[in-house]
């Protein structure tokens, strides 16, 4: 892996994980609570579709499918979360 596919595999590590952290599916680091925030969580998940949509043809198989990946676990987690808070609205 060239030093480009690591610096963009960090930068998806981190987006994916501060992602997954706002889904409260990560404990924070700076306090040790879980919380949820699902309009960070949701911000996080576009800019790493975004960054699908600009990256498109320009990344190795390898990175193509870690990105993949990332982006699908996320999307599928926050359908999770997203329909979680809605329930609970619905049956206050």
Do not use: W
Request: charged share 25%; proline share 1%.
């Amino acid at each position: 892996m060239d030093k480009q596919d690591q610096l963009f595999s960090q930068l998806l590590y981190l987006l994916h994980h501060s992602a997954m952290q706002e889904l409260g599916k990560i404990t924070n680091p700076v306090n040790g609570e879980v919380n949820v925030n699902i309009q960070q969580a949701e911000q996080l998940l576009e800019m790493l579709k975004m960054l699908k949509d600009k990256t498109k043809g320009n990344l190795s198989d390898d990175m193509s499918k870690t990105q993949n990946m990332m982006l699908e676990e996320l999307i599928v987690n926050f359908k999770e979360i997203r329909n979680t808070t809605s329930n609970e609205s619905t049956n206050k």
